[in-house]
């Protein structure tokens, strides 16, 4: 499913509208020339524009404008001069207006990959995304909160980002978003995993889209109620995780709370093990955030459940973040003191501090969007923001300035 602005003749909207609903699509406008389309990309956040390939529909500045903001065009053309028009701006995802749903369907989903730049070639071979797992203790310390806007700061700077919830306990993911959670996408991947059936057409299927303008990015909701956990087999979501390395630069996970050992709790050796996805999803992650909370209890617990993952993960892949940190109960200099604490008695030296931020996070959950979208300027968001670009994201090479040379003036000689 996408969503869809168009711009095209009367005659080929009326005939392809009905086919575009049918198939889940959601047209989000119908407008008139390419320059209503670009003023409504901000507001409106498609997904995909479908325009005719005409000079009043499709210009340089709608190009530009969709590609600034990671949306795909395309354009119908009615003959070969258009066809030439699309191909001198640039555009090669360009088919026949006469053509069926059935044919321009395939390239909205993405199915098809096409350049999008003269001179630019298709992606050869396959891309490994970093991986990122958000983990923490019982008690709701906020790994949700955090693993959602951690995916909206990295998509906001420009990657492709896939958002997983794989918290066997119930996932939260798809509510924050305003997302349907219906149909489990993380189950419906690990399904067609089993059978060997995944590839890049059926996770562009499974995956719903988070839109915001210039920070769009793909979610894998979770489960809805306890009973479908042992849909979530280790070798299952692995080979998802290893699917969707393959689709995006970067894939954020929300997971479980719990680090026991089924085997450990039932003499039963071949049943199904209810934290194997989160087992398999810090063995996969490259970057673990381990989320505590800020205050006494909080703290007891994410000791006490810091001293279980790192028997499981290596130190050196490990980010400590403590979630809410606030004087009204650690007293004052809290940042200190949650510093002290944690260098005192797991030895941690490095912590990444997020401010207590409720209205921030309250406006978020009313809205049912990311603190990016809700709260711009909140601290919470900067906060956030500022790991996402300092630890996640590489460090851009810095410009180098040409020197100009100048000849030495040469004084005239006296006499």
């Known amino acids: 499913m996408a969503r869809l602005a168009l711009a095209l003749d009367p005659g080929t909207e009326d005939r392809l509208l009905a086919d575009m609903v049918e198939h889940g699509h959601v047209i989000v406008a119908r407008l008139v020339g390419w320059r209503d389309v670009l003023e409504s990309l901000d507001m409106l956040a498609p997904e995909v524009v479908l325009v005719g390939a005409g000079r009043d529909t499709l210009?340089?500045?709608?190009?530009?404008?969709?590609?600034?903001?990671?949306?795909?065009?395309?354009?119908?053309?009615?003959?070969?001069?258009?066809?030439?028009?699309?191909?001198?701006?640039?555009?090669?995802?360009?088919?026949?207006r006469s053509a069926a749903w059935s044919e321009v369907d395939p390239l909205v989903r993405?199915?098809?990959?096409?350049?999008?730049?003269?001179?630019?070639?298709?992606?050869?071979?396959?891309?490994?995304?970093?991986?990122?797992?958000?983990?923490?203790?019982?008690?709701?310390?906020?790994?949700?909160?955090?693993?959602?806007?951690?995916?909206?700061?990295?998509?906001?700077?420009?990657?492709?980002?896939?958002?997983?919830?794989?918290d066997p306990y119930g996932g939260t993911i798809a509510p924050s978003l305003g997302l349907l959670d219906e149909a489990p996408g993380l189950a419906s991947a690990c399904r067609l995993a089993a059978g060997g059936a995944l590839d890049r057409t059926e996770l562009e299927r499974i995956a719903q889209r988070y839109s915001a303008p210039r920070a769009s990015f793909d979610v894998f909701t979770g489960l809805v109620g306890p009973s479908r956990w042992p849909e979530l087999a280790a070798d299952r979501v692995t080979g998802v995780l290893e699917a969707i390395r393959g689709w995006v630069e970067y894939v954020v996970i929300d997971t479980g709370f719990s680090l026991e050992r089924d085997e450990e709790l039932t003499s039963d050796q071949f049943a199904p093990r209810r934290n194997a996805a989160t087992f398999a999803s810090l063995s996969s992650a490259d970057r673990v955030v381990?989320?505590?909370?800020?205050?006494?209890?909080?703290?007891?617990?994410?000791?006490?459940?810091?001293?279980?993952?790192?028997?499981?993960?290596?130190?050196?892949?490990?980010?400590?973040?403590?979630?809410?940190?606030?004087?009204?109960?650690?007293?004052?200099?809290?940042?200190?003191q949650v510093r002290q604490t944690l260098r005192r008695f797991a030895g941690i030296t490095d912590a990444v501090m997020l401010?207590?931020?409720?209205?921030?996070?309250?406006?978020?959950?009313?809205?049912?969007?990311?603190?990016?979208?809700?709260?711009?300027?909140?601290?919470?968001?900067?906060?956030?923001?500022?790991?996402?670009?300092?630890?996640?994201?590489?460090?851009?090479?810095?410009?180098?300035?040409?020197?100009?040379?100048?000849?030495?003036?040469?004084?005239?000689?006296?006499?």
């Open 355 to 415: 401010p207590h931020d409720a209205r921030a996070a309250d406006a978020a959950i009313l809205t049912a969007r990311t603190l990016r979208d809700a709260a711009a300027r909140s601290p919470l968001r900067s906060a956030l923001r500022e790991y996402a670009l300092e630890r996640i994201l590489p460090v851009p090479e810095p410009v180098r300035r040409r020197r100009l040379a100048f000849a030495p003036l040469r004084r005239a000689a006296a006499g």
């Open 59 to 96: 210009s340089a500045e709608l190009l530009t404008g969709c590609d600034e903001r990671g949306i795909r065009l395309i354009a119908l053309a009615a003959g070969d001069a258009e066809r030439a028009h699309a191909a001198h701006l640039g555009l090669h995802e360009v088919i026949d």
């Open 290 to 336: 381990a989320v505590g909370l800020a205050d006494p209890i909080g703290l007891s617990r994410f000791l006490r459940g810091h001293g279980e993952l790192v028997d499981l993960v290596e130190a050196e892949r490990i980010d400590v973040m403590m979630n809410r940190v606030r004087t009204s109960v650690l007293g004052i200099d809290a940042h200190a």
């Open 110 to 166: 993405g199915g098809v990959q096409v350049p999008t730049r003269i001179g630019e070639s298709a992606p050869q071979g396959p891309r490994t995304a970093s991986v990122i797992a958000i983990w923490g203790p019982a008690g709701a310390p906020g790994r949700t909160t955090i693993a959602v806007n951690v995916a909206a700061e990295i998509a906001a700077a420009g990657h492709s980002v896939a958002l997983v919830d794989a």
